[in-house]
Nanobody, 116 residues
Framework: QVQLVESGGGLVQAGGSLRLSCAAS????????MGWYRQAPGKQRELVAT???????SYAGSVKGRFTISRDNAKNSVYLQMNSLKPEDTAVYYC??????????WGQGTQVTVSS
């Protein structure tokens, strides 16, 4: 089992920045890909960004160039630096980890609210 704890959400004005952090514990040696998803009210959960253990990243088109995902394998942590935030980025952001056996783990979510 893997436990994920997010931090760093909050309220920010449009154009501002926030940094989300996610710390993993438990069977962390089995984690391959980590990432961030988000879910806005009335919408489905969507992929924001992912990063493999080796550092390969991918981004949703809507955040490319504004968000940066990074990972510290020694600290079993993943981060999401969010710049130039827009009101449409408002959502609950969830940390995700995928094990080598393709088991999915989720954090409890952290609220990000961007005011216009």
């Amino acid at each position: 089992q893997v436990q994920l704890v997010e931090s760093g959400g909050g309220l920010v004005q449009a154009g501002g920045s926030l940094r989300l952090s996610c710390a993993a514990s438990g069977s962390v040696d089995n984690i391959n890909t980590m990432g961030w998803y988000r879910q806005a009210p009335g919408k489905q959960r969507e992929l924001v960004a992912t990063i493999t253990r080796g550092g390969t990243t991918s981004y949703a088109g809507s955040v490319k160039g504004r968000f940066t995902i990074s990972r510290d394998n020694a600290k079993n942590s993943v981060y999401l630096q969010m710049n130039s935030l827009k009101p449409e980025d408002t959502a609950v952001y969830y940390c995700n980890a995928i094990s080598r056996w393709l088991a999915y783990y989720w954090g409890q979510g952290t609220q990000v609210t961007v005011s216009s």
